[in-house]
């Protein structure tokens, strides 16, 4: 994973590496895995209550012997951890002096306080053997030794450590480069692409878009002046019709790569098939209503639909209880055919990135993809949604892309499914919706791809506030 100068984390890893090895294979059985992740809730539980101010206070409530002996199926006992605890207990929710920790990394806080999100060696390892095994499926289809360029928010995002750390336990050659620092910039970030050349790019959505959209303008093919054969999205809403869309432009295969945040760590990585898969290993999974907070049933197809809850399994530096993550997931058992015998895990946006059109809920994932399934070849897109006299939802799609390059009927087919699958009339334009698109990964995909216009007396929002402020710095 690094230099092994440590010998508890050179044998970590070995360990590490073997229980994956195992797993991945399909060697465990329900009930060893059921046995494994008992074992470390117990771990952890022991080892937040001695270490963390919160947990000592939040779990006051219950004996010594009760948390010693509490089963895996049994979690739902303890209380929740939110975002808003995160933010309040700041320093408090950590486990171990911060001395202890190999490094700092912290929330963005563009909606609210950044919070700290330090990283101890066992941290790293039991996260970086995740993407490791994980992704090293994808990267033997593209050959042995490959350039990797990695473009994260910022210096203190785990980004470029994480993902340079693993394709170097791949063999594979790292570029961090961020196309927002004034040093670097876009235009020499494409040089760098070209020069080196780069074969595969871990970045956002928004940011492929955007680098192909500086290429354009600077008079560059994408698929002629690049060597791009892989690119490993991340950070952002990513719905198949985008994702196809930005594989169609730059020529490559698209992997929606990591499902993770700041403060829960990996919470699931892609495999070979293609699939974001969780990593049972080392975080425990709950679904439930994000009302209620009730366990949600799978459905007849064995989907379970609501907000993730999520228990990291390893004593780190900040391990975290049933932390409601905000996000919406649909979660499917494993088939025979999985790359990895783990669920499989589709993030479809956090609670508050729904919108209500015309009385129906809507996902921001599924309105995505349905407005863009027709389109292919565009460099960036934006939602308006509007309201007539007579109090129906309008939408407006506004495409950055020439309008020659689209043809009527998936204009029009873009319509018919609109109104066939949501009630709702939809308008098809083209212009460059600006800078706010790039801020998905910093703020929410709502506040970055969505422009509602339905009740002007509202004011914006302060997801909308923070991107606007972000966009307009980057402009």
């Given at each position: ?16 590496r ?22 470390r ?12 101010p919160?947990y ?8 010594d ?16 951890t ?16 911060l ?27 039991h ?19 490959q ?13 470029g450590d ?26 020499r ?8 050349p ?32 892989l ?5 952002e ?16 295969e698209v ?5 993770a ?34 366990p ?35 979660m ?12 499989a ?21 599924d ?13 960036d ?15 407006s ?7 020659d ?29 600006g ?13 970055a ?19 606007e ?7």
């Amino acid at each position: 994973m690094f230099t092994q100068y440590d010998p508890e984390s050179a044998a970590l890893t070995d360990e590490l590496r073997g229980l994956f090895d195992e797993y991945g294979t399909g060697k465990w059985t329900a009930d060893d895995l059921d046995a494994h992740q008992t074992a470390r809730l117990r771990e952890v539980l022991a080892h937040v209550r001695a270490g963390s101010p919160f947990y000592r206070d939040r779990l006051a409530g219950f004996g010594d012997e009760t948390l010693s002996g509490l089963h895996i199926r049994d979690l739902r006992k303890l209380p929740f951890t939110t975002k808003a605890d995160l933010q309040q207990a700041q320093f408090d929710m950590l486990s171990l002096p911060l001395s202890e920790a190999w490094t700092v990394y912290e929330t963005t806080g563009t909606t609210g306080q950044p919070t700290p999100c330090p990283r101890t060696n066992g941290d790293s390892i039991h996260n970086n053997t995740v993407l490791t095994a994980y992704y090293r499926g994808i990267f033997a289809a593209h050959g042995d030794r490959q350039v990797i360029g990695v473009s994260g928010p910022t210096e203190l995002h785990a980004t470029g450590d994480t993902f340079g750390d693993v394709c170097r336990n791949l063999g594979h050659t790292v570029a961090k480069m961020w196309p927002h620092s004034p040093v670097i910039g876009f235009d020499r970030a494409l040089e760098v692409m070209r020069l080196l050349p780069v074969t595969g790019l871990f970045c956002t959505p928004g940011m492929a878009l955007r680098l192909a959209q500086k290429a354009v303008e600077a008079g560059l093919d994408l698929r002629r002046d690049f060597s791009l054969d892989l690119l490993m999205l991340t950070g952002e809403l990513l719905s198949p019709s985008l994702r196809d869309n930005i594989g169609t432009l730059w020529g490559a295969e698209v992997h929606n790569c990591l499902y993770a945040s700041q403060e829960a760590s990996v919470l699931a990585a892609a495999t070979a098939d293609g699939t974001l898969r969780t990593a049972p290993l080392i975080n425990h999974y709950e679904v439930i209503d994000p009302h209620t907070g009730e366990p949600v049933a799978p459905d007849r197809d064995g989907v379970r639909h609501g907000e993730l809850v999520v228990t990291n399994l390893y004593t780190g530096a900040k391990p975290l209880i049933r932390y409601r993550t905000g996000d919406l997931v649909r979660m499917t058992e494993a088939g025979p055919d999985a790359a990895v015998p783990a669920p499989a895990l589709e993030p479809v946006g956090r609670v508050r990135d729904r919108l209500r059109l015309n009385g129906q809920v809507v996902i921001g994932y599924d309105l995505e993809n349905l407005l863009l399934r027709r389109f292919r070849g565009y460099l960036d897109y934006q939602i308006t949604v509007t309201r007539d006299d007579t109090g129906v939802d309008l939408l407006s799609l506004t495409l950055n892309a020439e309008g020659d390059r689209l043809r009527d009927e998936d204009t029009q087919g873009a319509v018919t499914d609109c109104r066939e699958e949501l009630g709702t009339t939809l308008s098809v334009g083209f212009g460059d919706p600006g800078p706010i698109t790039s801020t998905g990964a910093m703020v929410s995909w709502k506040a970055a791809r969505v422009v509602d216009l339905r009740d002007p007396g509202a004011g914006t929002s302060v997801e909308t506030r923070s991107a606007e402020r972000i966009a307009a710095a980057r402009a």
